[in-house]
């Protein structure tokens, strides 16, 4: 979707002048726009990648949000983790995190590609979670714009008035909290604090961007590998 039609209801001209780094918006959807983002299927095939035949793994972006509230992370947390001890956790509550992920189908890719039209380079990070008040990152600010697609569930979120360096997490005081479902768009500018509450399973995107600094990034192409003889029918 370009980024125009993304934010079509505020509009370019209004996103850079009253939005664009001061100001987070919700663009509420009718239908799912953003269902073939990412589906439960993938992110089901996504995880029996973990550790196959404890040998093989194809997970180096997951990360968990473990009951303590601290981030466990596949790739650099020096204590790992068997299959088992991850469903545990997933079906206690903790929420996964599949970061880097904007390559795991087209949507996501073309997606990158528009905003990159208006950003630098960016990615989607994945966040899903098993159900209601599920284990969430506490209060924090994010040092890119981001842009969070809900894909599935419910989501409560908690906007704060304060930005990153003006005080700490602790210290910050709610501007804004508002429920947000499947095909809603929120916009969050850099560094303003922000936190949520998970009000069933869940899958939210969030696509988030380096400023544009003046080179734009160009994102290879995605290529159809698919034989063309299987869909020519032959
Ligand atoms: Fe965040």
Redesign the pocket.
């Known amino acids: 979707m370009k980024f125009e039609e993304l934010i079509a209801p505020i509009g370019l001209e209004r996103f850079y002048d009253e939005y664009k780094g001061k100001k987070h918006f919700v663009i509420k959807s009718k239908k799912n726009i953003f269902k073939n983002h990412f589906s439960w299927k993938e992110f089901d095939n996504y995880l029996n990648q973990i550790k196959i035949n404890g040998v093989w793994d194809r997970t180096p972006q997951l990360q968990v949000v473990l009951p303590n509230g601290e981030k466990w992370c596949k790739k650099k947390s020096p204590t790992e983790k068997t299959r088992e001890e991850l469903l545990e956790l997933w079906q206690g509550g903790s929420s996964f995190i599949l970061t880097l992920s904007e390559f795991l189908n087209e949507t996501m890719w073309n997606q990158c590609r528009e905003f990159e039209k208006h950003y630098g380079i960016g990615q989607a990070n994945i966040y899903c979670s098993n159900q209601k008040d599920a284990k969430c990152?506490g209060i924090?600010a994010?040092s890119t714009d981001?842009f969070l697609f809900h894909v599935s569930g419910k989501i409560r979120w908690y906007m704060y008035k304060e930005y990153a360096g003006q005080c700490s997490p602790q210290e910050c005081t709610i501007e804004e909290t508002f429920e947000l479902d499947d095909g809603d768009l929120l916009y969050?500018p850099k560094k303003k604090y922000?936190r949520v509450d998970t009000l069933s399973p869940r899958i939210s995107i969030?696509f988030h961007f380096r400023e544009f600094d003046g080179k734009p990034y160009i994102r290879k192409e995605w290529y159809d590998w698919k034989p063309e003889e299987i869909y020519n029918g032959r």
């Open positions: 990152f924090h994010d981001n969050i922000h969030s």
